[in-house]
């Protein structure tokens, strides 16, 4: 079956290109792409190229459009890219685009069976036959349709230089080591590959080339690391209700479970129980933290909705316990498939009356690993509910990262009085147990949990109006009191909480403030600015409330840019909030276009800010 | 000495079990059901710091402050008691729960987490203190409210009631009682074979709202229980490590079906003595069929509606560990620094 398959009009630059461009694939969701996808990612992983997956994907089952983009950069570049130099246009209903789209000098490769002719000339082209190369493959019809993906896997190894042996290596990756299925996609690839060897000329300057960066890495992506961070957290009870994109968080809780099961006994330490819906899912994690269990929970923006009523009690009753939202953008259901850093406030303000809860904010997949433990003792030492704001694109795309680094402090489960001698202890050193009541002035009170067998232990949790000895109080003078205590804990939480990383060097005069996901576009964008003549210092906010250095780098610059994913500015707002001084010269930044984060969106921003 | 003022095992008088003051309307039903609770733990010596106290909101809900000072509490938002409950037995399976609710709670926005608590079979007592009218926000129609019953300031009631002893029995609860908060005696049996239950247990306990549902012709008052009340049966509880005084009835009796005893999972007994009509709380297809006539006929029949052997408990289904998950340490609770590594080469 011999193919004519004529150059590009267009002359091949002089350099080949190597290790730095982004390669994306067209398909229909459903049709089994993704294993296709992450074959090639896990390939140029596994040859030691930098690389960064998105995913953007529709919510639906099956039919609708999906493109998965893959980025390699020798420079170490993960962040989402703007443009795409190839595409695999393996999807009809958008390939018009998706060619439409490629940059002159690009790349599309499309199945020959549709005869789409050549509706561009300033990019290469390659057709390739999918359905003869599937008929002759020996595969079970059953599978033909999901395994005609990896006839663009085959293709893109003889085009772009990816090794066979390193591809079958990571196909046995994808399939948990199992012969019987990598071999059958190897079989398509492989027949994929001679018959580009034969039938295509490389007329494009675009290569894959080993090198040695990715050597002692992994890949992983955010919601399984939060998943093992919580395992390694001494998680108990994982309560949930299933909403993309924080679903894969507890699947990967519930598929590492046993890490957790007792050996000697095969028993589990943690109960993860699927709720009937968040609301429920909540109260469950509350009346574990009550009973002194390590309870969590993950959702998003509609999940945290339905939670908002029981964080507020959990607020003011003081129960530990962590709650995972994952964003995504808009309102239930808004655009569930895409990101977005929109909860911000309304996790902040989550609650009725006066309440302001805790937020720790991951700004990459170890630190998902960390605060998954983190989070934990944090709830535990102040003694209410934490929530770690993730986001889509940090939960479920892959990220390179150095291995997660083991718990650096003991479990800590604060100030718990969790049997009869640590009550009696207490007892002999304060003369009296209340609830409540202030004994070390930091805000964060004593707590004994149910079953510490001593007449004392004892207590009422509501969220109603209770003096400092949990007694029912409809008197002002106790509810003020209680507000000016949960105020100290809140000052005092301002210590505890993560403190953000500060990229600072004396006399610049650009501040750079962000906090998440967006991390890796960031620090991309600050070398090209850098390049282009604008220095700029850079904090990352990894939690609320804010640490006393989130203020002195904003009154320590002239111009500062908050720069988030949403589109009022919710950070930007807060910070003006937090900062009883003149905020002026601190500009909101926000995107909140659905999509990652790109280096060139905040390259192209601040080159005009600063230059007008 | 009297009951009241003996000593039980733990060497606690029934004074002991009491809580704080009641802030409910004098006269209350649901200040009975505060009594019989108390005196069902000092009779049975439960140790208070074994048992937690839960509730949701509403009149009702506010009880758990009334009785058994010794043990913690909680009082969660309208309805949602029953999760509350699922987590804090999950932490720490050894607690004994007694929860409270109210029609408005149960029967309202709580109607999922009631259904979903008994298919989960989340061991516990869950105790309906029902007046058909929700208090606290001064007499509206509760769900369970008599059809074409008239309240002085919401007029007429025009929806057929809920009957939340059906949907438990529906649900897949496996222990359904019927009780009336004036009737101490079958209450307190009912209370006890409830706590000694293997899962979860529902009281519907009809108690009567003084201020607002207490007309003769409601079928939540004093003087339509006191006047229309049916006894399944005559209820004797032995706890477990008794032998029941079998002495007393005849083979033929249980032969006859004039006796029914079940042994509870914990070893207990139940005995059920046949009064004026037949009942074998043991059938499913029987329970429900009572429930219907009770409900076409306007019957007020009390006592075990419902009984089976119990499923395992939620916690057993999960297989969790046999020390409570709230008491385990660091070496339970964190893997090693070596499994870590391992964790990590799987990604590499």
């Not at chain 1, 003081?318 to 498939?337: A, F, K, Y």
């Not at chain 1, 009883?580 to 930044?589: I, L, P």
């Not at chain 2, 247990?201 to 004093?222: E, G, H, Q």
């Not at chain 2, 409900?295 to 029949?301: D, G, M, S, V």
Request: charged fraction near 20%.
């Amino acid at each position: 079956m011999a193919i004519d398959v004529q150059s590009s009009p267009q002359a091949v630059p002089e350099a080949d290109l190597v290790n730095d461009f982004a390669l994306m694939v067209a398909t229909k969701n459903g049709s089994g792409s993704q294993t296709s996808n992450l074959v090639l990612i896990r390939t140029l992983f596994k040859m030691g190229i930098p690389v960064s997956g998105k995913n953007l994907f529709p919510s639906n089952i099956k039919g609708l459009p999906t493109w998965y983009t893959i980025r390699a950069s020798k420079d170490g570049y993960i962040a989402r890219r703007a443009t795409t130099e190839i595409a695999i246009a393996f999807n009809q209903d958008t390939a018009a685009q998706d060619i439409a789209d490629l940059p002159v000098g690009g790349v599309c490769m499309i199945p020959q069976d549709w005869q789409w002719g050549r509706s561009r000339d300033d990019i290469t082209w390659y057709e390739v036959p999918v359905k003869e190369l599937i008929t002759q493959a020996e595969v079970p019809s059953d599978f033909r349709d999901r395994i005609a993906n990896m006839v663009y896997v085959g293709a893109c190894a003889h085009l772009f230089d990816m090794p066979l042996d390193i591809i079958y290596e990571a196909l046995l990756d994808q399939f948990n080591g199992k012969e019987k299925p990598a071999k059958m996609n190897y079989d398509v690839i492989m027949l994929a590959h001679e018959w580009a060897a034969n039938n295509l000329t490389k007329a494009d300057p675009y290569h894959f080339a080993p090198l040695n960066l990715t050597e002692g890495k992994i890949l992983i992506e955010g919601n399984e690391a939060a998943a093992l961070g919580s395992l390694f957290g001494g998680v108990n009870v994982a309560a949930w209700y299933p909403i993309t994109p924080s679903t894969s968080l507890i699947d990967g809780v519930i598929s590492h479970l046993n890490l957790r099961r007792d050996p000697e006994t095969g028993k589990n330490t943690v109960a993860v129980v699927q709720a009937e819906d968040e609301l429920a899912a909540i109260g469950m994690i509350i009346g574990a933290g009550w009973a002194g269990a390590r309870a969590m929970t993950a959702t998003s923006g509609p999940g945290i909705s339905l939670m908002a009523e029981f964080a507020g009690l959990a607020y003011f009753a003081e129960i530990p316990c962590v709650i995972w939202d994952v964003t995504r953008v808009g309102p239930s259901t808004g655009l569930p498939t895409r990101t977005s850093q929109g909860d911000l406030l309304f996790m902040y303000f989550l609650g009725h009356g006066d309440s302001r809860q805790i937020v720790m904010i991951p700004g990459s997949v170890a630190e998902c690993f960390e605060f998954g433990w983190r989070s934990f003792d944090l709830a535990e030492a102040v003694q209410t509910p934490v929530f770690v704001m993730s986001d889509l694109d940090l939960g479920m795309n892959l990220w390179m990262s150095d291995p997660f680094d083991y718990p650096d402090t003991p479990i800590n489960r604060g100030k718990t009085l969790a049997d009869r001698g640590q009550l009696e202890g207490f007892l002999e050193e304060f003369g009296e147990w209340y609830r409540y009541r202030d004994y070390d002035k930091d805000g964060v009170t004593y707590r004994t949990i149910p079953g510490v067998e001593h007449r004392q232990a004892a207590y009422f949790t509501r969220g109603t109006g209770h003096n400092d000895m949990a007694v029912y109080s409809e008197r002002a003078e106790d509810w003020v009191q209680n507000m000016e205590r949960l105020h100290r804990k809140f000052d005092t939480a301002r210590t505890l909480v993560p403190q953000p990383i500060i990229d600072h060097t004396p006399d610049n005069p650009v501040g750079l403030i962000s906090y998440g996901s967006n991390d890796p576009a960031i620090a991309e964008a600050r070398d090209r600015l850098a390049a282009s003549g604008i220095q700029t210092n850079y904090m990352r906010i990894r939690a609320l409330p804010f640490a006393q250095a989130v203020k002195d780098f904003v009154m320590g610059h002239e111009r500062v840019y908050v720069i988030e994913n949403n589109s009022d500015g919710q950070m930007h707002q807060l910070l003006r909030l937090d900062i009883a001084e003149d905020t002026t010269h601190m500009a909101a930044m926000p995107l909140g276009d659905t999509l990652p984060m790109t280096a060139q969106w905040i390259f192209d921003e601040i080159t005009a800010r600063e230059t007008n | 000495m009297t009951t009241r003022n003996r000593t039980n095992d733990l060497g606690l008088t029934r004074a002991d079990y009491k809580g704080g003051k009641s802030t409910l309307c004098p006269g209350c039903g649901h200040d009975s059901i505060s009594n019989h609770i108390i005196s069902v733990a000092h009779e049975m010596s439960l140790p208070m710091h074994k048992v937690i106290k839960m509730s949701g909101i509403g009149c009702s809900s506010k009880t758990p402050a009334y009785f058994l000072g010794g043990s913690h509490a909680f009082n969660a938002i309208h309805g949602r008691m029953p999760s509350v409950v699922t987590g804090a037995t999950l932490a720490n399976h050894s607690l004994t729960a007694i929860a409270v609710s109210g029609d408005g709670d149960t029967g309202s926005i709580g109607l999922g987490q009631y259904k979903h608590l008994m298919r989960r079979n989340v061991p516990m007592v869950y105790i309906i203190e029902n007046n058909g009218v929700y208090g606290l926000t001064k007499g509206q129609f509760s769900a369970t409210a008599d059809e074409g019953q008239v309240l002085k300031y919401y007029g007429r009631n025009d929806l057929p009631p809920i009957d939340l002893a059906l949907e438990a029995v529906i649900g897949g609860c496996t222990f359904v009682g019927r009780g009336f908060s004036g009737d101490s005696k079958q209450v307190q049996a009912l209370l006890k074979a409830a706590i000694s239950h293997h899962g979860t247990a529902v009281l519907d306990i009809i108690s009567p709202c003084v201020t607002f549902n207490n007309r003769p012709d409601s079928t939540k008052s004093y003087v339509y229980g006191k006047d229309n009340q049916i006894l399944l049966h005559e209820i004797d509880f032995t706890p477990q490590g008794f032998v029941p005084a079998r002495e007393e009835i005849t083979v033929d009796s249980y032969e006859s079906g004039e006796v029914i005893e079940v042994e509870m999972h914990d070893g207990s007994f139940i005995r059920l003595k046949k009064l004026s009509r037949d009942h074998d709380p043991r059938s499913r297809s029987e329970a429900v069929r009572l429930l219907e006539e009770a409900e076409r006929e306007q019957l007020f029949l009390t006592g075990l509606i419902y009984y089976e052997e119990p499923r395992p408990t939620l916690g057993e289904t999960l297989e969790i560990h046999s020390t409570p998950l709230a008491q385990l340490t660091e070496a339970h609770l964190r893997p090693s620094r070596e499994t870590l590594d391992d964790v990590m080469k799987r990604f590499m």
